[in-house]
């Protein structure tokens, strides 16, 4: 009978999800506006499970009393990096030192984004005029385009980082396979614009008029004529997003064939 209920108990530790099983997860915020943190929490319900069985928020001065950087798994970088301002650079550097993965999100940490226009000049740091993306100072290993990125691209980042970390074999390849393209990105550059369209699909005669661009760019400044994107280089905000969300730009046919299988583990983990 003892031993019957030790057996049970066990089963039961054994269901638990332990908190040592979690990753670890940290959001930096450097020359950022929180919209990427806001955008990290309109995941609703989806963003509590997230915290509740898959990843330990260790740092992230908009939502913990952490005042230094820890070690952690993934950190969620926010903003670009202001090299005139000698904490932002240090915080940057300590946080490359102490995270395994990390994950420029938003246009302003992949690409400078708006960031780019900056100029100095202004009360009370009128030397603050130069801003870089994340990418230029550390190396960075993922990105999540976007301005504002989407929620579910940084919840599915999230979710596939723990299956990288801590999944088996299978979950690990699969991981693997979503992560492959936001990483080849990472390793194209720091710079974008509307004018990617051109150079590297237009003009390679790849655009196919599907209207993704338009769609995705977020001060319309992409308009379609004859079918291809014509891009208004004055509205440009340098965020990236088109070129990102252009299904002829960085398509992966690795992931593709494996689209259905990573939307069942994504929703899966968040049942
Ligand atoms: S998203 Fe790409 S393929 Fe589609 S219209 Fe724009 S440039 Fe062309
Ligand atoms: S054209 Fe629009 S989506 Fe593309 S980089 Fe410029 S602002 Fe972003």
Request: aromatic fraction near 6%.
């Amino acid at each position: 009978m003892k031993a019957d209920v030790e057996k049970k108990a066990e089963t039961i530790k054994k269901e638990e999800k332990p908190v040592a099983d979690k990753i670890t997860v940290g959001h930096v915020h450097m020359s950022g506006c929180t919209g990427c943190l806001v955008s990290l929490a309109d995941n609703y319900g989806g963003l509590l499970t997230i915290l509740d069985k898959y990843a330990d928020l260790v740092y992230g001065l908009t939502l913990a009393d952490v005042r230094h950087i820890p070690k952690m798994d993934v950190a969620l970088v926010e903003g670009s990096v202001c090299i005139q301002d000698k904490i932002s650079v240090q915080e940057i550097k300590e946080t490359r030192e102490k995270a395994a993965i990390v994950v420029a999100v938003g246009g302003c940490a992949c690409y400078g984004n708006i960031t780019r226009f900056t100029r100095g000049g202004q009360q009370n740091q009128p030397q603050h005029e130069s801003y870089l993306p994340v990418g230029d100072l550390i190396k960075v290993d993922v990105y999540i385009p976007g301005c504002a990125p989407c929620p579910q691209l940084i919840r599915n980042v999230c979710v596939m980082a723990y299956l990288l970390l801590k999944g088996n074999k299978d979950q690990q390849e699969l991981a693997k396979k979503y992560l492959t393209p936001l990483m080849q990105l990472a390793e194209r550059g720091t710079e974008a614009c509307g004018c990617d369209l051109m150079y590297d699909v237009v003009n390679q005669g790849l655009c196919m008029g599907c209207g993704s661009c338009a769609a995705a760019c977020p001060v319309r400044a992409i308009t379609h004529e004859y079918g291809k994107p014509n891009v208004n280089r004055e509205m440009c905000i340098k965020c990236g997003a088109c070129y990102a969300q252009c299904p002829r730009s960085f398509f992966n046919f690795d992931v593709v064939p494996e689209f259905e299988g990573i939307m069942d583990a994504i929703d899966a983990a968040l049942k």
